[in-house]
């Protein structure tokens, strides 16, 4: 019986093609051996190569058991003097006398003018004899930001046991009248609406010039009184964009109207109320400045000039009653037929108030 091989043609090694050089110079049974790869030698033999080796970053000693008994007992002992270090400063900082305040003297005021240096120090009165790192800097600046003429504070430690208070205060622009109880009080105000107290012999010293607010006080929400006082600003620097400085003539401005500035001027005889509204301040008083003169003369009771309409301009007589006239009064006063062409184009009789159309 004769065995017969099953694998296919396909899986036996094809015969190795001889070049012509190959046939002509080398034997018939000579064969070309493969080419090996690097690193073999032979069939499967590859070439060893020294790789070194990594050693750990710990110490053999610290591989045994003791060690790392060892090694934490020294971490636990860094750890624990670290501590004691840490409470010792904080120990010496807390309680030694060097980093107290001793007295007012180490307080330092700084940007008061208005405000004297008592009231600045009223608020650190609990602090004298207390360790400097334990008064609380945010709370006292909060507290001299309450004092009205405080705009904003800045409160820092100097050590070993100083205090730096400095301090920025409003400026006032205008005084005000406070109707109360005890009767009329002159205070003064700033820009953002707050209300600020000075004794009578302080504010005459300062000699400020300003015209006296009305309209706004106390009781009203700071926001309301906010947005008065911006208008009053509007009103005060339009007349004043001329370089003339016109505002030095304003005795008193009612602001108790948004829509109305209403300011009280002297004149020969008698106060004169102007109504100025909201917009145009500049023009509407050129117009009363070139006609005063012309207007006296022609109306001696003439009580308030009403200049918020674009065409024409309104005069108010005073009251012939005995009673003295108010402002309130006079805005109800009959109005004076008079005809101006250099101020209404149509030269319109001003019979009534109402009803006519404002600009």
Known sequence: MTLVEDEPDLLRPAASSRSRVEKEFLPEGFERIPAKRPGEIGNDVRIRRRVPVRKGILPSWMKTRWGRIAALTILVAVMAGVAAAVLAVRSFFDHDPRFRIDSSNSIQTMGNSQLTRDELLSVFGADIGRNIFYIPLAERRAELEQIPWVEHATVMRILPNQLRVAVRERTPVAFVRIVNRNGDQIKLVDGAGVILDMPPAMMAARHFSFPVVTGIGPGDPLPARAARMELYQKFIAALDSSGEHLSMNLSEVNLSDPEDVRVTI?????????????????????????????WEQQYPQLAAVDLRYDSEVVLKMADSSPTPTKAQDTAAAPAAPTKHASVSKHAPVVKKHAGRKRS
Do not use: C, M, V
Request: avoid cysteine.
């Open 266 to 294: 002297p004149a020969k005889s008698s106060d004169l109320l102007l109504h100025f509204g909201d917009t145009n301040f500049l023009a509407r008083y050129r117009i009363f400045q070139s006609h005063l003169s012309e």
